[in-house]
């Protein structure tokens, strides 16, 4: 999963940057609104943190134009503590949740994943295909009720196809979802991550659909 962390407090976005990455989020970051309507409006992301006291666009007006480009994408906006007409003015203008400045940052983790989950229409936080469980309140990933170790890329990998469950999701867009944008892309590891997975969760996990993609096996 990929997230857009619009904050211009370059304290905090470091200190959100590092809580997300630690959570298994690839994250993209812009410390204004004009960087991060612009990096909201081109590149896709599953989830977007979005201050609204920013300088040069502020964040209301940054919310408003993505949702009049068509941008669906999750938002959760950083209002300033008991403001409640600013609640209301970002949730109006399109945000899907809030959270007041200071928070603890698990409340924002377990936002965050919730607003993800409803997104891929998912309503529990426990992802089951087959035999293969994904709990994404501790990242703990079982097969067979046993744990199975994965590394940081492996994990984001296989959330994402359980979140997106039964279809097939091209190379292109695992790479999109799974890579923030300063990362270096090669579509050869998503092949090499997929065979890993297949190593570790079974051979049938992952099916290869030609010329399009991945997806999980269909349970027999
Ligand atoms: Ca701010």
């Known amino acids: ?45 599953d989830a977007i943190v979005l201050d609204l006291g920013l300088p040069v666009l502020d964040g209301l007006t940054v919310l ?66 087959g035999d293969i469980t994904l709990d994404t309140r501790n990242g703990m990933v079982t097969r067979q009720g046993m744990p199975v170790n994965l590394t940081a890329h492996e994990h984001r990998l296989l959330s994402y196809l359980m979140h997106r469950r039964g279809q097939v999701v091209s190379r292109s867009e695992l790479i999109e979802h799974l890579y923030a944008q300063d990362f270096d892309r090669d579509s050869n590891t998503i092949e090499v991550f997929v065979a890993r997975l297949r190593r570790k969760l079974g051979a049938d996990s992952i099916e290869t659909v030609r010329g399009m993609g991945y997806r999980l096996m269909p349970a027999a």
């Open 1 to 45: 999963m990929r997230v857009l962390l619009v904050e211009d407090e370059s304290l905090l976005r470091a200190q959100l940057k590092a809580t997300l990455e630690q959570a298994g989020y690839a994250v993209d970051e812009a410390a204004d609104g004009r960087e991060g309507l612009h990096l909201g409006s081109t590149e896709p992301h």
């Open 64 to 129: 408003q134009r993505w949702r009049a480009q068509g941008c669906d994408t999750p938002v959760l906006i950083l209002t300033a503590r008991d403001s409640w007409h600013e609640k209301v003015a970002g949730i109006d203008a399109g945000a899907d949740d809030y959270l007041a400045k200071p928070f603890h940052t698990a409340e924002l983790l377990a936002r965050l994943r919730a607003l993800v989950r409803r997104s891929h229409g998912l309503a529990s936080p426990l992802l089951q295909h």
